[in-house]
């Protein structure tokens, strides 16, 4: 197989800088548009400039650090789909859009090149699928693709972000941090992965659930909006919908709660509320089992043990970590909840760091668990409990956060996928911390720097 380093031309370093000032033109326009009337988009530019820093960074680190992997493999399978297009567009429009049985490897010679991911990896492939008009747009160039793909991805982001600033406005500096800036989704979160659709579609989900819900703006395009989003993360990650939905139902449940006004019937009530929310995300998550497959709820478990034991086995070599066995069974898994958490916000630590990409990471995560320790010790633990409680978009992200951060660190026994898989709970978490601070200040008057 050609690999796609030794096709690295000119070329690709000469048209990428086209489309970013294209790009860049364009969204100037759009933040000038718009920044009278919302002031929070005075980070627009900079925030997609950073994210296009960051695809590009990833795609020279796997160039020349790891010379090749994910990236590279998605970019050449939709390459030689779009190589394909010009042999046989029949062979392409059916293995593009079809359910791509009728394709099969005789379809692909040396002068289309051939795929690495395949229509049996459905997951893979569904990111293939994606890329391919872009990669045609790209005119089959790496970074101009990449390129391409942070701007589009960007637009969940952004979306993300909006979310957070309407509900706490003048915490629009704080906000920017925790969703635009934070430098592992700037870097695993840009480029051509899974992780930067899925961390777009979560935006995206955020977002359209906020304004339909929430809000209340009963523009059927938001529906859309969810349904999409959900979709998308059904085909690349289904994981991360079973985090998101009980969330939401729970954040909807806290909105209402938070609307009656007698104090005994919000106590009645509100449990009801929960469990009602709960109830429903559970019977939401049995219809899609079709869609499912392996992450089916009567079955997630038994999964998320055999995963966990295949990921800390030795051919991962000294990137390993080991949270301890568990069965398939509730109880054994609820005791891994402390340990799983927490490897999944804060691990590779410094005491972990085996290479210059974990030490990176590394002191993100070290600054994050010093963030919180503080704010614990300053709020009590009552208090920080009882803050999330009383606030319903406090505790949708810290729900959303801490059951994500809980799947990954339960099933991922490898830093190198860690530090990867866990970029959608991010944003949430440190938002929350944020939030958290914001709302200690206006309770006691009190000013909290770090």
């Not at 050609?2 to 000469?14: A, G, M, V």
């Not at 938001?222 to 919908?241: N, T």
Request: charged share 15%; hydrophobic share 50%.
């Amino acid at each position: 197989m050609q690999s796609l380093l030794d096709d690295l031309s000119i070329f690709d370093f000469l048209l990428a800088p086209i489309y970013i000032l294209l790009i860049w033109v364009i969204a100037d326009f759009v933040k000038n548009k718009n920044i009278l009337e919302h002031p929070e988009y005075k980070y627009f530019v900079r925030g997609l400039l950073v994210k296009i820093l960051g695809a590009i960074s990833l795609g020279l680190v796997y160039y020349f650090y790891y010379t090749g992997g994910d990236t590279t493999n998605y970019f050449e399978t939709a390459r030689a789909y779009v190589n394909l297009s010009v042999k046989n567009q029949a062979d392409f429009f059916h293995g593009w859009l079809g359910d791509a049985t009728g394709v099969d490897w005789e379809f692909f010679d040396s002068e289309t090149g051939y795929p690495v991911y395949f229509h049996k990896d459905k997951h893979a492939f569904f990111v293939v699928r994606l890329l391919i008009p872009l990669t045609m747009i790209a005119f089959k160039s790496y970074f101009t693709c990449t390129v391409l793909v942070a701007t589009i991805t960007y637009s969940g982001v952004w979306k993300l972000y909006r979310v957070f600033v309407y509900e706490f406005p003048e915490l629009k500096k704080e906000m920017a941090i925790a969703v635009l800036f934070i430098p592992s989704c700037i870097f695993w979160g840009s480029g051509i992965l899974k992780d930067s659709f899925t961390l777009s579609a979560v935006g995206w989900y955020t977002y359209a659930f906020h304004s339909f819900f929430i809000r209340k703006k009963r523009n059927y395009m938001f529906l859309i909006e969810i349904f999409i989003s959900a979709y998308i993360l059904i085909s690349i990650k289904p994981y991360i919908l079973f985090a998101l939905l009980p969330g939401s139902i729970i954040w909807l449940s806290g909105q209402w709660i938070a609307r009656i006004k007698n104090k005994t019937f919000k106590v009645i009530l509100g449990p009801i509320f929960m469990i009602a929310g709960l109830a429903t995300a559970y019977i939401g998550l049995t219809q899609l089992e079709d869609v499912l497959g392996l992450y089916k709820v009567d079955t997630v478990l038994e999964h998320a043990s055999v995963v966990q034991k295949d990921m800390k086995a030795d051919y991962y070599g000294g990137n390993s970590f080991d949270i301890g066995d568990f069965d398939s069974d509730v109880g054994s898994i609820i005791a891994k909840a402390p340990i799983a958490i927490f490897s999944g916000i804060f691990r590779p630590g410094l005491w972990d760091v085996k290479n210059i990409v974990m030490f990176v990471s590394s002191l993100e995560n070290t600054y994050l668990l010093l963030l919180t320790c503080f704010l614990l010790i300053k709020l009590k633990l009552y208090t920080f409990f009882n803050m999330i409680g009383k606030n319903a978009m406090l505790l949708f992200c810290m729900l959303f956060a801490l059951f994500f951060a809980f799947s990954v660190g339960l099933t991922v026994a490898n830093f190198g996928s860690l530090v990867r898989l866990r970029i959608p709970e991010l944003p949430f978490f440190v938002s929350g911390i944020f939030i958290l601070r914001h709302l200690y200040e206006l309770k006691s008057g009190k000013k909290v720097r770090f």
